[in-house]
């Protein structure tokens, strides 16, 4: 199986050439939507809180965006956050002004449908995603105190809807590798895709949502998010292996050569970047999961009259 990603430099958000270069990674990246096409654009927004490095930076979502519409694309930017909605979350981390003027909307996954799981039982993920004529996944580099990392596989976890995200880390975690498989499951049930993964500047020490920045300085995409997510392991020196959803694609033979025709993993300085220490139990105590449900219902009640 032939495997690509593409890397490339990328210095800064406010850089004159950012929609230039995240359009030519989407274009190698196997992007070209015919016109017409229904595209959505899946982000990483994740809760109001912390939104600003926690999300996908909106410069980086503005830029795939205009990339599809100048194609003739029909786009969508959608997510279903841990914490709110979609919108919520967009006007907390400036998604939404980046957004002004292109006439994209954003939309809260709502309707789901199952998605079987490898290990048995089922999933629901979002119709909106599962429908979708293509997908942009958008993720920002990200650690994560559950996954080591976050990167493009696990930013499919977003298509699962509201609610059931937090139910699935208690039905699947601390079971061997079930929630891992489950991860993989969800990334495997989605429509073709190009993952574009946004680490101009990542987030290190902790994750996903209360880290630290770390200017990267990389863009990165690939038609096979699990191809890219072992590229990105490789910048910080990790074999893919060591990450939980690392170890599950090795058990499905998903791993192998990795062409990278652009710049190469080592040519990204991530010296200092620094990795969760022990990764916490996936499964959320009673109480943590009670209180994350009062937050977000208590979040869509507020905010939602605010909007």
């Known amino acids: 199986m032939h495997r690509q990603a593409f890397l490339e430099r990328m210095e800064g958000y406010g850089r004159t050439d950012l929609d230039a270069v995240a359009g030519r990674l989407l274009e190698l990246a196997g992007c070209r939507p015919a016109k017409g096409t229904r595209v959505l654009v899946k982000p990483n927004l994740v809760a109001p809180a912390y939104a600003g490095l926690a999300c996908t930076e909106p410069a980086v979502v503005r830029a795939v965006c205009r990339y599809l519409l100048d194609r003739g694309a029909r786009v969508t930017v959608g997510d279903s956050p841990a914490f709110g909605t979609a919108r919520i ?67 499919f976890f ?29 990334c495997l049930a989605m429509p073709p895709s190009v993952s574009l993964v946004d680490g101009v500047t990542a987030m290190h020490v902790r994750g996903p949502a209360k880290g630290e920045p770390f200017q990267l300085g990389l863009l990165g995409a690939a038609a096979d998010p699990v191809a890219l997510d072992q590229t990105l392991h490789a910048v910080l020196g990790l074999p893919p292996e060591a990450t939980p959803l690392g170890r599950e694609a090795g058990r499905r033979g998903l791993l192998g050569p990795v062409e990278t025709p652009l710049r190469q993993p080592g040519d990204f300085d991530a010296r200092g970047f620094v990795l969760p220490g022990k990764l916490a139990p996936v499964a959320f105590d009673a109480g943590r999961f009670v209180r994350g449900r009062l937050r977000s219902l208590w979040l869509r009640l507020t905010c939602g009259r605010a909007s």
């Open 158 to 186: 977003g298509a699962v809807t509201g609610f059931r995200k937090s139910l699935a880390h208690q039905v699947h975690g601390e079971k061997g590798n079930r929630f891992e498989s489950m991860l993989l499951d969800v």
């Open 89 to 155: 979350v967009a006007r907390a981390c400036g998604l939404d002004k980046a957004l002004r003027g292109l006439g994209v909307p954003v939309v809260n996954f709502s309707r789901a449908r199952p998605v079987a799981l490898t290990l048995g039982g089922q999933v629901m993920a979002a119709s909106q995603a599962l429908d979708a004529e293509f997908i942009v996944n958008v993720p920002r580099f990200k650690v994560h105190d559950q996954m080591l990392l976050t990167l493009a596989v696990k930013n």
